[in-house]
Nanobody, 122 residues
């Protein structure tokens, strides 16, 4: 069983930055691909970014390219999402997830955190 705990969300003005972190524990969490997803009220949960177990492969949603960077620190068993140039449309509940492959599909992720809220004011 893998436990995931997100942190780092908050309220920021448009154009600002935030760094989300996901702490993983349990099982063989260091071998899992990790992803970040987000879900706004009334919307589907959507893919943001993913990183492979060895950290060598990353994938981004078009909305995240050039603004968000996903990284993992093996020694700490954490996965971070650095977000810059934030826009009001980035406002969502951000979830960390763990799965067997670096996928854009939420169905491919087995373990999920509880989420951390990001609110971007205009």
């Amino acid at each position: 069983q893998v436990q995931l705990v997100e942190s780092g969300g908050g309220l920021v003005q448009a154009g600002g930055s935030l760094r989300l972190s996901c702490a993983a524990s349990g099982g063989t969490s260091s071998r899992f691909a990790m992803g970040w997803f987000r879900q706004a009220p009334g919307s589907e949960r959507e893919f943001v970014a993913a990183i492979s177990g060895n950290g060598l492969l990353t994938s981004y949603a078009d909305s995240a390219k050039g603004r968000f960077t996903i990284s993992r620190v093996a020694a700490k068993n954490t996965v971070d999402l650095q977000m810059i140039s934030l826009k009001p449309e980035d406002t969502s509940l951000y979830y960390c997830a763990a799965g067997a492959e670096t996928s854009m599909s939420k169905e491919d992720y087995v373990y999920w955190g509880q989420g951390t809220q990001v609110t971007v004011s205009s």
